[in-house]
């Protein structure tokens, strides 16, 4: 585990680097920002038109994923359009479509897509509405399914929830896949047997009792809200609810809690569940106001090994402190700004994953937070050659996009070292609130956040952005350190990870360990691959530590010199008949010693003069060690004879 330390300015002398390395710099490939349209599409007459609004309208049950029912979708048209296209999974079968109330009578159904064949081309401009009736059991198979149920063996409850990030939404609901696209305002009606609940976005406006013992919950949400954070979760749930007062909010909001009907489920879980209450204070003032005030926050528990930060109420498996905080700083980071590309991603899941360690290190203790950190590092050196930035070769693979070393441990442990090149968290915190407050409830690039970050500071980290977002792998350092009696000496080469980003230009925290057990710091900014600093040290070092606490993603080896030539020179080395040593501090009293490569004394001799020459005309060829010995101070290298 690395250790703190206090931090001490010292003046430090480079010593020698090289002439040819030079300052890195962005190449500006990446500065155009967003394209022109979304990529990545499954078809192009997605992009024909514009989202308003979704009314899904589905009956649900907790046995199952079979659902039948309707979404109903206001868009207005882009430019002149001879067909209509949404996304739907093929499993569901197409029972009819209407557009603006009347039946549509040519439409198809093939590859995910329902293709709707208007009378005549509908004008730019023009606004409509397509009702499409369905039914069918999708999902079920595997963690990014669009509609699962599962039983929480556990608590012995079965559960049907939604997950459509990144491409399932289709699995139960007809919809555009597009991230730039986000619908104005949407309404998810669901109806279930009586004994059952049925959690969704928005507030609750209305439980309707129907025959058969049935009820429809109506959600509705008026916020912008992108196609994947949409969601339904079905099962044997109890409400528990209580209002949030955040000092940041204009107005307090509900809390709304969707949990296991078991008598024990509350009693083993609320002091966790009450948790968020801290966490929602503590990101309001980080972040800005929780961004959706006007309705709710909260949960839908759900067997689904993990969590999903589904707009105003996450699906999640449990109350563990982490996940909780994960999951509700989506709400900023994901939710109100979110991803304009799933290349993307480091918008949503960096940002999230950052928080959980904020929220460790201000609402459990420093020391898990940092514990925190070096786990994410660990991760990160796990994979040596990506990027945080998903390559074009890798934006529809699933398990690219979220790669949990890259997307997010190295995706939060950027933000902590930005954290860390700003030396000043009331900038940094207002980085994150003005980024949020620029693209609320729309979408962002990484680029995007560039611009608010040297915007904000008044300083540029395209340098940063270049190695650390589009670059891959991390700087692997070796460092070597000696100490003469006035000065510590430290040498230190840099190569990175991946040959792609042979270089990082970073500030480096070295810390010192002295003989009195004091620990300081030094700071020096590593602008070349290799370099050689002078650090004035009068007391006994005891040992070196880069990065003792744990700001950048780095590897670091080190070696202890207890010889150096800036203390004494020998030459020549190899030697043959003598061997002529100069002290460069001058005149002192000193005792010598040379001993064979086993450490058997072969001569001793004590000098206070500063040079010495030992005739070596009887050793045998081989390897040999001086040993000098001046006060407290020990040096030892390695000769040749020859």
Not at 274 to 285: F, I, N, P, Q
Not at 368 to 376: L, V
Not at 419 to 435: I, P, Q, S, T
Request: hydrophobic share 40%.
């Amino acid at each position: 585990m690395k250790r703190l330390f206090l931090s001490v300015s010292f003046v430090l002398s480079v010593l020698s680097s090289p002439a040819s390395e030079k300052e890195h710099a962005c190449s500006g490939h990446h500065a155009s920002g967003m394209p022109d349209f979304p990529t990545h599409v499954k078809d192009s007459a997605l992009l024909d038109y514009d989202v308003h609004f979704y009314r899904i309208d589905l009956a649900v049950n907790d046995t199952s994923t079979y659902i039948q029912g309707s979404t109903q979708i206001l868009v207005s048209a882009e430019e002149e359009m001879d067909e209509v296209v949404f996304e739907l999974s093929i499993s569901m079968t197409v029972d009819s479509i209407f557009m603006d109330g009347e039946k549509v009578p040519a439409f198809s159904h093939l590859n995910d897509l329902v293709r709707i064949f208007p009378a005549g081309p509908i004008e730019a401009g023009t606004k409509f509405t397509t009702r499409i009736f369905y039914h069918g059991t999708g999902g079920q198979y595997g963690f990014f399914s669009g509609i699962s149920n599962r039983l929480d063996s556990f608590w012995g409850k079965r559960v049907t929830y939604t997950l459509s990030e990144p491409f399932n939404a289709l699995d139960w609901f007809a919809c555009k896949q597009v991230l730039t696209d986000k619908a104005d305002s949407a309404d998810v009606y669901l109806t279930v047997d009586g004994h059952l609940k049925a959690g969704s976005n928005g507030l609750l406006a209305g439980v309707d009792s129907l025959t058969g013992n049935r009820l429809r919950y109506r959600w509705e949400t008026r916020y912008p809200i992108a196609f994947y954070l949409l969601s339904l979760s079905v099962s044997e749930y109890t409400d528990y609810s209580y209002y949030l007062h955040p000092k940041q909010s204009p107005d307090s909001f509900l809390f709304q809690n969707y949990i296991y009907d078991t008598a024990s489920y509350l009693a083993d879980n609320k002091d966790d569940i009450d948790a968020t209450g801290d966490m929602v204070e503590l990101y309001s003032w980080m972040f800005g106001n929780y961004p959706f005030w006007k309705e709710k926050y909260g949960h839908c528990v759900a067997p689904m090994g993990g969590g999903m930060e589904h707009q105003t109420m996450t699906t999640l498996l449990n109350f563990e402190f982490n996940l909780v905080a994960h999951e509700l700083a989506h709400q900023w980071f994901g939710d109100n700004v979110t991803c304009a590309s799933w290349q993307d991603i480091w918008i949503n899941e960096g940002f999230a994953s950052y928080a959980e360690y904020l929220a460790l290190e201000h609402l459990v203790s420093k020391k898990e937070a940092e514990y925190w950190m070096e786990r994410a590092h660990e991760r990160v050196f796990t994979e040596p050659e990506g990027s945080i930035y998903i390559p074009e070769e890798d934006a529809t693979n699933d398990s690219r996009i979220f790669s949990y070393a890259l997307s997010y441990k190295k995706g939060a442990a950027i933000l902590h070292m930005i954290r860390y090149e700003l030396a000043d968290d009331a900038v940094f915190f207002r980085v994150l609130a003005n980024f949020q407050q620029q693209f609320a409830d729309s979408v962002a690039t990484g680029d995007d956040f560039l611009s608010v970050l040297n915007e904000t500071s008044g300083r540029r980290f395209d340098w940063f952005f270049e190695q650390w977002y589009y670059g891959q792998g991390y700087p692997v350092f070796n460092f070597a350190w000696w100490q003469t009696t006035d000065s510590l000496f430290i040498d230190a080469e840099q190569q990175g990870s991946s040959l792609a980003t042979p270089f990082f230009r970073t500030n480096l925290d070295i810390g010192l360990v002295l003989e009195d057990g004091q620990n300081i710091s030094v700071q020096t900014a590593f602008d070349r691959t290799s370099m050689s600093l002078q650090i004035p040290m009068k007391q006994r070092v005891m040992d070196v530590i880069p990065d003792p606490a744990n700001w950048i993603v780095d590897i670091s080896q080190v070696v202890h010199r207890y010889l150096t030539n800036a203390y004494f020179s020998v030459h020549p080395n190899p030697f043959d008949g003598q061997l002529n040593i100069i002290f460069n501090t001058g005149n002192a009293m000193r005792e010598i010693m040379l001993s064979d490569i086993n450490g058997r004394l072969l001569e001793r001799f004590q000098s206070d003069s500063w040079s010495l020459l030992i005739p070596t005309h009887d050793l045998a060829p081989g390897v040999y060690l001086l040993k000098v010995l001046a006060g407290k101070d020990e040096y030892v290298t390695k000769v040749v004879r020859q």
